[in-house]
Protein backbone atom coordinates (compact mmCIF):
# COMPACT_ATOMS: atom_id res chain seq x y z
CA UNK A 1 0.00 0.00 0.00
CA UNK A 2 1.46 3.41 -0.94
CA UNK A 3 1.57 5.89 1.95
CA UNK A 4 0.80 9.60 1.38
CA UNK A 5 1.75 12.60 3.65
CA UNK A 6 0.35 16.00 2.86
CA UNK A 7 2.00 18.96 4.03
CA UNK A 8 2.42 22.66 4.10
CA UNK A 9 -0.80 23.83 5.92
CA UNK A 10 -1.24 26.54 7.93
CA UNK A 11 -2.63 29.95 9.01
CA UNK A 12 -2.83 32.85 7.11
CA UNK A 13 -5.32 35.93 6.42
CA UNK A 14 -7.56 35.95 3.23
CA UNK A 15 -6.00 36.66 -0.18
CA UNK A 16 -2.78 34.85 0.78
CA UNK A 17 -1.57 31.80 -1.24
CA UNK A 18 -0.42 28.50 0.17
CA UNK A 19 1.30 25.24 -1.47
CA UNK A 20 0.67 21.91 -0.49
CA UNK A 21 2.56 18.87 -1.04
CA UNK A 22 2.02 15.38 -0.91
CA UNK A 23 4.69 13.01 -1.39
CA UNK A 24 4.62 9.20 -1.68
CA UNK A 25 6.63 6.98 0.21
CA UNK A 26 6.80 4.11 -2.44
CA UNK A 27 5.81 2.84 -5.71
CA UNK A 28 5.57 3.72 -9.12
CA UNK A 29 3.95 7.66 -8.32
CA UNK A 30 3.04 7.88 -12.38
CA UNK A 31 0.47 5.02 -12.06
CA UNK A 32 -1.91 6.70 -9.84
CA UNK A 33 -4.58 9.01 -10.60
CA UNK A 34 -4.21 11.51 -8.31
CA UNK A 35 -6.66 14.35 -6.22
CA UNK A 36 -6.64 16.74 -3.59
CA UNK A 37 -10.36 17.42 -1.47
CA UNK A 38 -11.14 18.98 1.28
CA UNK A 39 -13.37 18.65 4.76
CA UNK A 40 -14.52 21.72 6.75
CA UNK A 41 -15.76 20.70 10.32
CA UNK A 42 -19.48 19.89 9.63
CA UNK A 43 -19.04 19.21 6.10
CA UNK A 44 -18.72 16.38 3.94
CA UNK A 45 -15.56 15.94 2.42
CA UNK A 46 -15.90 17.96 -1.06
CA UNK A 47 -13.73 17.46 -4.40
CA UNK A 48 -10.97 20.12 -5.05
CA UNK A 49 -9.10 19.00 -8.39
CA UNK A 50 -7.69 15.97 -9.91
CA UNK A 51 -5.09 15.29 -12.13
CA UNK A 52 -3.72 12.03 -14.87
CA UNK A 53 -0.46 9.68 -14.10
CA UNK A 54 1.15 11.83 -16.82
CA UNK A 55 -0.19 15.13 -15.57
CA UNK A 56 -1.57 16.12 -19.02
CA UNK A 57 -5.38 16.38 -17.90
CA UNK A 58 -6.50 18.20 -14.96
CA UNK A 59 -10.28 19.13 -13.56
CA UNK A 60 -10.91 21.61 -10.79
CA UNK A 61 -13.75 22.49 -9.06
CA UNK A 62 -15.97 25.51 -9.82
CA UNK A 63 -14.92 26.80 -6.24
CA UNK A 64 -11.28 27.02 -6.74
CA UNK A 65 -10.58 26.96 -10.42
CA UNK A 66 -8.76 29.78 -11.44
CA UNK A 67 -7.13 30.40 -8.03
CA UNK A 68 -5.87 26.98 -7.10
CA UNK A 69 -4.02 24.93 -9.35
CA UNK A 70 -2.81 20.86 -9.52
CA UNK A 71 0.22 19.61 -10.38
CA UNK A 72 2.31 16.72 -9.57
CA UNK A 73 5.92 15.85 -10.44
CA UNK A 74 6.66 12.06 -11.10
CA UNK A 75 10.23 11.75 -11.10
CA UNK A 76 9.81 13.33 -7.34
CA UNK A 77 6.53 11.39 -6.40
CA UNK A 78 4.91 14.91 -5.65
CA UNK A 79 1.55 16.04 -5.82
CA UNK A 80 0.73 20.01 -5.29
CA UNK A 81 -1.50 21.80 -5.10
CA UNK A 82 -1.25 25.77 -5.53
CA UNK A 83 -3.25 28.20 -3.76
CA UNK A 84 -3.63 31.67 -4.13
CA UNK A 85 -6.15 34.61 -2.96
CA UNK A 86 -7.43 32.09 -0.32
CA UNK A 87 -10.89 32.67 1.48
CA UNK A 88 -11.90 32.02 4.42
CA UNK A 89 -14.71 29.64 3.06
CA UNK A 90 -11.17 27.53 2.30
CA UNK A 91 -10.98 26.73 5.29
CA UNK A 92 -10.53 23.00 5.50
CA UNK A 93 -8.47 19.82 6.11
CA UNK A 94 -6.93 18.63 2.66
CA UNK A 95 -6.60 15.31 1.61
CA UNK A 96 -4.16 14.46 -1.17
CA UNK A 97 -5.58 10.36 -2.58
CA UNK A 98 -4.25 7.95 -5.40
CA UNK A 99 -6.72 5.87 -7.69
CA UNK A 100 -4.91 3.12 -7.91
CA UNK A 101 -2.47 2.16 -10.43
CA UNK A 102 -5.41 -0.18 -12.40
CA UNK A 103 -7.88 2.38 -12.81
CA UNK A 104 -9.25 3.95 -15.80
CA UNK A 105 -9.60 7.13 -16.39
CA UNK A 106 -7.81 10.11 -16.93
CA UNK A 107 -9.10 12.14 -13.84
CA UNK A 108 -11.79 11.13 -10.90
CA UNK A 109 -13.94 13.84 -9.01
CA UNK A 110 -15.75 11.01 -7.11
CA UNK A 111 -13.80 10.57 -3.99
CA UNK A 112 -14.78 6.60 -4.70
CA UNK A 113 -12.49 6.53 -7.57
CA UNK A 114 -9.51 6.55 -4.93
CA UNK A 115 -8.20 3.79 -2.87
CA UNK A 116 -5.27 5.85 -0.80
CA UNK A 117 -5.18 8.62 1.41
CA UNK A 118 -3.25 10.83 3.45
CA UNK A 119 -3.68 12.05 7.11
CA UNK A 120 -4.46 15.67 5.90
CA UNK A 121 -2.98 19.02 6.14
CA UNK A 122 -5.08 21.92 7.95
CA UNK A 123 -5.49 25.11 6.02
CA UNK A 124 -6.96 27.99 7.91
CA UNK A 125 -7.53 31.11 6.41
CA UNK A 126 -8.69 34.25 8.79
CA UNK A 127 -8.24 37.48 9.49
Known amino acids: QVQLVESGGGLVQPGASLRLSCKAS????????MGWFRQAPGKEREFVAS????????SHADSVRGRFTISRDNVKGELRLQMHNLRPEDTAVYFC????????????????????WGQGTQVTVSS
Open 97 to 116: AASGPGRIGSTFTNPANYAF
Open 51 to 58: ISRAGGST
Open 26 to 33: EGIFGAYI
